[in-house]
């Protein structure tokens, strides 16, 4: 499971989602606005998370107004461990594809 194909497929992941997201902070506004989206799911995901029943994601619980609730510590670590977790779970099927399609050859 941590084989090195897979933590390089890792790497290849995390960097290109990296990269994707860059514009979203230092991009002109065109780009900004399309890759918003990838900084918004795994932000989202903390309020889903949230509204399922895991509580301390949030700050105040999740109560706060009109506004969204920033994540509390638990909650940039928990979002964080959950989205490494879903890519690495990517880059472990990718290399095992990638190992059965090399051996078939």
Known sequence: ????????????LVAAYFALVLPAYFGVAFLAERTFYLVLVPYASLHVFNRLGIHGL???????????CAPTTFGWIFV?????GLAWLA?????????ALTANS
């Open 1 to 12: 499971m941590l084989h090195r194909r897979t933590l390089k497929i890792l790497a290849v």
């Open 58 to 68: 949030l700050e105040h619980d999740g109560f706060c107004g009109w506004g969204w």
């Open 80 to 84: 964080a461990v959950l989205w490494i």
């Open 91 to 99: 880059a472990w099927a990718i290399a095992k594809i990638l190992t």
